[in-house]
């Protein structure tokens, strides 16, 4: 990594820099001591992690010492910049890191707070009073607040006014009706037109929705609709048609923070070959506080039940309310676990489990830039276990057709060894038996023409062959192969487009790999690696097929001269562009003269 300043940063730190994923998330930087001295937000942790140890010269003295003080990093990645942004905050508050200045202090996101009042007002506010109110947030910005305003205020006709509407107050006749009355934005309880009843249920719709529940709005609404339109009130059924539709467009709050949500621990498991990799997350108050994921070894006898376990006993702090993506070998009584199939808790799961994957991402292209074969070996091993080969594939090759219409039919073979493409090994195939678009027929003779010719050079066959195609691709080459006598001796499986889907040969049930597996993304690479070599060599025969049947219809070329110019400048526009004196030389003068004559002629057409 280039770096102007601060070349005393630690290896450690540098090989932390490498594997930060370019996801958004929050960091934290971590002392010497283990103490969190700084928390940020990024839209890409690797870009903005980075930049504090390059051009050290041009910070700010504050950020240099902070540099200095930083012995490891650690980061929490997100789904997006809101929910970074209120992790950040979230931390910060929960945390006091010594460098951080922002948000440490009362300043604060917005809320939407429900006022302990008669008739109690619902409006933005920054600050948290302890008057019984409630407080329904915070929101990543003023824009995500005001769209949930909006919603309840266009659902609900809810007073904004600050007056005392207490009952005495109210029987007394001390207000009168403002211009939200008039304007329909209001029912007007100053003055006694709405009774408090009606107008606490109104705010009981708008509570839930607040929490992110929008079914009992959504169900009374559909209620109202249905009673007016059936007493022939159509205009105002619309007009509640028209807040369903409001409902409708409404998003929920980000999962970062949950009203619906108190205190849970979040704890998820990824099992792998060897290891398994373990993430915490700390939920107070509704707010994600901590995360922070591990590595564990764990044996072929042990289940995944067996392992989450063991895992949970190595968590410090855990309380009562578990969140698990199953149920561990050891119930402990004193705890109580959900695995949550819908909702907020599902969506931390998830978000558990991404930093749990970006984790073993990590770990693995930590291994695979000190050793690259280690990297190799593992996914070789893996493919042979998936696809049930007797042998790694090391060596792979792949065949694709490629015609519009039955016409210049072409084919292709990729070559891959250890996974990657060996590109000086690629052939492009001309088909010559098959006459029309017959992509069984030009599957069968190119494989044949293939293997054959390997075997009478006694080349070393692949340890795979894949075929572009489903299971009629798969049946041509398998013909192909028996005329060879190498059916049951050449492992070879199709690999349909639509679905994905592997055929192997004799079985007609497809079967199907994990979409985010290395094997299958192996296989499709060589897939669309063989299409887009048979596709390039397609249209570089068709467009020749195209030049050369146009000077053929020139009537003083011979075949000989269309050679010759075909040969030389290859393409129309520069057999256009070339002087009439070079030409002369290579086919003639008079053929030269009728050739530019000709083909200026059809240009003017074209145009």
């Not at 060996?422 to 069984?440: I, L, M, W």
Request: hydrophobic share 35%; charged share 25%; glycine share 6%.
């Amino acid at each position: 990594m280039k770096r102007n300043a601060n070349n005393n940063v630690s290896e450690h730190i540098r090989e932390k820099l490498t594997l930060l994923p370019a996801e958004p998330g929050v960091y934290q930087f971590i002392s010497a001591e283990g103490t969190i001295i700084y928390v940020g937000k990024a839209k890409s942790l690797r870009s903005r992690v980075s930049s504090y140890f390059n051009n050290g010269n041009d910070h700010t003295p504050k950020v240099r010492i902070l540099v200095r003080n930083i012995a490891d990093i650690r980061h929490i990645v997100v789904n997006n910049e809101s929910d970074a942004l209120l992790l950040e905050n979230n931390l910060i508050k929960e945390l006091q890191p010594r460098y951080n200045i922002m948000l440490k202090d009362s300043k604060s996101y917005p809320w939407i707070c429900i006022k302990n009042e008669p008739f109690p007002r619902i409006f933005s506010t920054r600050r948290l009073i302890k008057d019984g109110s409630e407080y329904f947030g915070p929101y990543p910005s003023g824009v995500m607040q005001n769209t949930v305003l909006e919603l309840i205020r266009g659902l609900y006709p809810l007073r904004t006014c600050k007056l005392n509407l207490s009952e005495p107050a109210i029987s007394r006749g001390k207000y009168t009706v403002c211009l939200q009355y008039h304007l329909g934005n209001c029912l007007g309880p100053c003055e006694g037109r709405q009774a408090e009843e009606d107008y606490n249920a109104d705010i009981s719709h708008a509570r839930e929705i607040l929490k992110g529940d929008l079914s009992h709005a959504a169900a009374f609404f559909e209620d109202r609709m249905v009673t007016l339109a059936a007493n022939l009130k159509f205009e105002e059924a619309d007009w509640v048609k028209h807040k369903l539709q409001l409902l409708d467009n409404y998003r929920r709050n980000s999962i970062i923070v949950s009203p619906s949500l108190s205190n849970v621990d979040v704890v998820f498991l990824l099992p792998d070959e060897n290891s398994s990799y373990c993430n915490h997350m700390k939920i107070v108050q509704g707010a994600v506080v901590g995360s922070y994921t591990f590595e564990l070894r764990s044996h072929l006898d042990e289940s995944p039940a067996e392992v989450l376990s063991f895992a949970l006993s190595q968590i410090e702090g855990l309380g009562r309310d578990l969140v698990v993506p199953f149920r561990p070998s050891e119930i402990d009584p004193a705890l109580k676990y959900t695995v949550p199939q819908r909702g907020d808790k599902l969506k931390l799961l998830e978000l558990s489990e991404k930093n749990c994957k970006m984790f073993r991402f990590e770990k693995l292209k930590q291994i695979e830039i000190t050793d690259p074969d280690r990297h190799v070996n593992r996914i070789m091993a893996k493919m042979q276990k998936d696809l049930n080969l007797p042998s790694e594939p090391r060596h792979i090759e792949c065949f694709d057709n490629s015609n519009i219409q039955g016409s210049s039919p072409v084919a292709s073979c990729v070559v891959f060894r250890n996974g990657k493409p060996s590109k000086r090994e690629y052939r492009h195939f001309n088909v010559k038996t098959v006459v029309g678009a017959n992509d069984f027929a030009s599957m069968d003779e190119i494989v044949f023409r293939r293997y054959n010719r390997m075997l009478d050079e006694n080349q070393q066959l692949p340890q795979l062959v894949l075929i572009d195609g489903g299971k009629g691709q798969l049946g041509a080459a398998l013909a192909a192969l028996e005329r060879l006598d190498l059916r049951g001796k050449l492992p070879i499986i199709g690999l349909a487009k639509r679905m994905e889907e592997l055929y192997y040969p004799g079985d007609p049930v497809p079967h199907y790999l994990d979409k985010n597996g290395e094997t299958l993304r192996v296989l499709m690479h060589l897939r669309d690696e063989a299409h887009r070599f048979g596709i390039t060599f397609h249209r570089q025969k068709r467009s020749i097929a195209f030049i050369k049947s146009e000077l053929e219809n020139i009537p003083t070329l011979g075949k000989t001269s269309v050679e010759k110019l075909l040969r030389k400048y290859k393409t129309i526009s520069k057999i256009r562009s070339t002087p009439l004196d070079e030409l002369s030389e290579l086919v003639g003068r008079k053929r030269a003269e009728m050739l530019l004559e000709t083909l200026k002629k059809n240009e003017n057409q074209t145009d």
